[in-house]
């Protein structure tokens, strides 16, 4: 479809591929984590970029987003990092995804599944170790249940976990590592094989070496976004995502002026204001008052409500003409707003803001390297 609107979200590629390799420890596997279309950034092309720039696994939490991965073709092996819920065993199984199993129920259901289907079927068990959010609890259940696993005739490639808080707190990440471990160990005990053993999110594999196990497990250090704690800025991470639009109108308005809906800003001084086409639908949070947007290379503050479509932008006596570029994330001369930064004004994380960024917004893919 033609695009008139100037608003877009270019997504740099060599970005991605840059960020994995540097993350990607030596000892260990690196499954990149591509749910939510990638974190907002394109679960397709990320996902290829992340494989060309040394990941070896993908890891989605949908049945849907996996078989999305399969239908562009992507061959490389895809952990659900969910169940299966009840009905998708079948397809998810045909389309060989590799799922996650941590209750009776999702056993049962997948082992009906991979019996019907007439060939072995590899799962990951998932471990509650703390987080408490999906995973077998107690993880002290893990040998019972893994041979429960091996017995409902499906092998075993992995046990994992997942963090609760590991960009902050090291020791509650460390016991829920430690608790972890033993469950794997009493399990290996039991005479079990567990395969490949991972826990680390972003922030674990940054911070925290002794939790790269196997695999490590990284979402928001592959695109450049901010695990937490200004981590990605620390580590050398780029930001894959930069969010463009350009100035639609500009009015000079006189002192007392007030702008948007419910005037809620109003003009101290005359000043040149700028209409900027994008807005709440369009993922731009309708709580980010105080926040920046780029033109010309400065700040400007964004004026008034958020509205649905459009923004206005507070320009001062600062020469700005229809057309020009407004970068609302991203860099323009020599200033910077990061995801992390409008997600601070938002009361958000990076993570949310790249997510919300609605489909009404074309993902356009760039390359920074070797561009000339
Ligand atoms: C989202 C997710 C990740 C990636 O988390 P980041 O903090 O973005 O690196 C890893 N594992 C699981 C289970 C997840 O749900």
Not at 139 to 159: T, W
Not at 227 to 244: T, V, Y
């Amino acid at each position: 479809m033609t695009r008139y609107r100037p608003t877009v979200v270019e997504i740099d590629l060599d970005a991605v591929r840059h960020n994995v390799g540097l993350i990607k420890p030596e000892e260990a596997e690196l499954m990149a984590v591509v749910k939510a279309d990638g974190y907002g950034h394109g679960a397709v092309p990320v996902a290829r970029a992340t494989l060309e720039g040394g990941a070896s696994r993908l890891g989605v939490a949908l049945v849907e987003e996996g078989l999305a991965l399969r239908e562009a073709g992507i061959a490389a092996p895809i952990l659900v990092m969910t169940e299966c819920p009840p009905g998708s065993e079948k397809e998810a199984l045909e389309a060989g995804l590799t799922p996650s199993v941590y209750s009776h129920g999702g056993l049962e259901g997948l082992a009906e599944a991979a019996h019907a289907a007439a060939r072995p079927v590899a799962v990951h068990l998932k471990l509650d170790t703390g987080m408490h959010r999906v995973g077998l609890w107690p993880p002290e259940d893990a040998a019972v249940f893994a041979r429960r696993i091996l017995d409902a005739g499906l092998e075993l490639e992995g046990v994992w976990t997942h963090f609760a808080d590991s960009e902050r707190d090291d020791e509650g990440t460390l016991r829920q590592l430690a608790s972890f471990r033993s469950a794997v160990d009493a399990l290996t005990a039991a005479g079990v094989r567990p395969g490949l053993l991972h826990a680390a999110n972003s922030g674990a594999t940054i911070r925290l070496p002794e939790t790269r196990l196997d695999l490590v497990r990284p979402g928001a250090a592959v695109y450049g976004l901010d695990p937490g704690e200004g981590l990605a800025e620390r580590s050398g991470l780029r930001p894959a995502l930069a969010w463009l639009s350009a100035v639609a109108m500009v009015k000079r308005l006189p002192a007392g002026e007030r702008l948007s809906y419910g005037g809620r800003y109003e003009l101290g001084r005359a000043s040149t204001v700028a209409t900027v086409p994008v807005g709440y639908d369009d993922g731009y949070p309708r709580t980010a008052e105080g926040a920046e947007v780029l033109i010309g290379g400065a700040r400007r503050p964004v004026a008034g409500t958020i509205t649905m479509d459009q923004i206005l932008v507070d320009c001062g006596d600062a020469d700005v003409t229809p057309g020009d570029e407004v970068v609302l994330i991203g860099a323009q001369g020599d200033e910077r707003i990061t995801a992390d930064e409008l997600a601070d004004r938002a009361g958000t994380i990076a993570r949310a803001i790249a997510t919300g960024i609605g489909t009404r917004v074309p993902r356009e893919y760039v390359s920074t390297e070797g561009s000339g």
